[in-house]
């Protein structure tokens, strides 16, 4: 399977812009599969993020994970205060607490403004990212978290083979 659609500025990229090497995850907040793969991912990018280019869309499996919807519209509000990558990260490192208490008190540690992201969490545009994302995944043959595809193509392993695979690939 291939991704659909391509990468664009609407996707939260990390990493090199201009990369020869494109990681795309499809990602569920409360997925402890995604949680496992988190720090595996951080490694990547600690060693290989100058020759990657890494991005994460919204994957929330609703009907399993009750907080993976709300993890992820909170993330997208942090993103309109350019916190995105640190709210993502926030919301992996203590995966175990998350709940809807939980992620406003994210809100206050990492800082946002509290009043504009009461007003950005209202926006349908939030909701709507989010189910864009989520709705690539489905075209994109997606139908677990974490999935993950490196340059348009999906990648039938886990988060530990793509670091043994840039192990092997980034010179």
Request: charged fraction near 25%; charge should be negative; proline fraction near 5%.
């Amino acid at each position: 399977m291939s991704l659909k659609p391509a990468v664009s500025k609407t996707d939260h990229i990390q990493g090199k812009k201009d990369a020869s090497i494109v990681i795309v995850e499809y990602g569920d907040y409360q997925c402890p599969y995604c949680g496992a793969a988190y720090p595996v991912l951080k490694e990547m990018m600690t060693k290989y993020g100058k020759q990657i280019k890494f991005i994460f869309r919204n994957f929330p499996l609703s009907e399993m994970h009750q907080y993976a919807r709300p993890a992820a519209i909170v993330a997208e509000a942090a993103a309109l205060q350019g916190k995105f990558w640190e709210m993502h990260d926030a919301i992996y490192e203590n995966q175990r607490l998350l709940n809807e208490p939980f992620l406003l008190e994210l809100v206050e540690k990492l800082e946002l403004d509290p009043h504009q992201f009461n007003v950005d969490i209202k926006k349908s545009e939030l909701a709507t990212k989010v189910d864009s994302d989520f709705e690539s995944g489905i075209l994109s043959g997606v139908n677990g978290t974490p999935s993950f595809f490196v340059n348009g193509r999906k990648f039938n392993a886990g988060a530990e083979d793509l670091l043994q695979l840039m192990s092997e690939i980034v010179k």
